[in-house]
């Protein structure tokens, strides 16, 4: 499995552009296969997105890199991600960061990651079971946020949580294609926004979301 995983950091992250030198890393440290379902093991290192049940993936881990690269943490940062699922971009960032809260609404979901990520010690990350369309609101301002699931626009509330300085990576567009962004906070009033590139991901259902039904 170890070389696996070096061959999907050098084959699939490397090659095609993520060079931070930490997250390749993360990556290197992380055991994929903790966080597939048991019949897909044999896949852990496939290149794209696997079932986790409920409708739901553990997105591809390109996806993962280029998102974590794009939040640029430092170490220092307490960061907050939305849609849980498996755990594992959660693990990743755990090794990247201080602090990470992650939000799942499907509470079979939650109970697995967080039982998971406690057992493989990455005592860290914090899963909590909520509409992460409104962030968290206990713990905010975070330093870095990042959404696992395709919004219609970058929620309010994840916004408004975002410290000064901060980073907001969200898949965001129509059901079937999204743009990946990043989202910089500059001031109280003031945000910057690039485009990362095409992506699909699943629905980010939620009040400031997509409604349950579509
Ligand atoms: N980061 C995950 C990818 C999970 S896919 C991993 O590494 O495995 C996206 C997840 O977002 C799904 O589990 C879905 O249930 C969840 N999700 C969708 N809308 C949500 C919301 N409003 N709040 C929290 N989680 C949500």
């Known amino acids: 499995m170890e070389q696996r995983r070096a061959r999907m950091v050098s084959e699939q992250l490397a090659r095609r552009g993520i060079d931070a030198a930490a997250v390749l890393d ?3 440290r992380v055991p994929r296969e903790e966080f597939v379902a048991h019949d897909d093991l044999r896949h852990a290192y496939f290149d794209g997105p696997l079932g986790i049940g409920y409708g739901q993936t553990i ?4 996806v993962v890199a280029l998102t974590v690269e794009a939040l640029a943490l ?30 799942e609404r499907i509470p079979e979901l939650a109970a697995t990651a967080s ?7 990455f005592a860290n990350v914090h899963v909590h079971c909520a509409d992460g369309t409104l962030g968290w609101p206990p713990n905010a301002p975070y330093e870095a946020i990042c959404v696992a699931a395709g919004a219609p626009r970058p929620p309010k509330p994840l ?11 969200i898949p965001h567009g129509d059901a079937s294609s999204q ?17 990362l590139g095409e992506v699909r ?10 409604p349950a039904h579509a």
């Open 179 to 195: 743009h990946l962004v990043r989202i910089i906070r500059r001031s109280e009033h003031d945000v910057v926004e690039e485009d």
């Open 74 to 103: 430092r170490g220092h940062e307490r960061v907050l991600e939305i849609g849980a699922g498996s755990g594992y971009a959660a693990a990743i960032l755990g090794l990247l960061a201080r602090e990470v809260d992650t939000i």
């Open 59 to 62: 997105s591809q881990p390109y």
């Open 115 to 121: 039982d998971r990520l406690a057992r493989l010690g």
């Open 201 to 210: 991901f699943v629905p980010l259902v939620g009040e400031a979301g997509w």
């Open 159 to 169: 916004l408004d949580q975002l410290a000064i300085g901060g980073r907001l990576v």
């Open 26 to 28: 993360a990556f290197r």
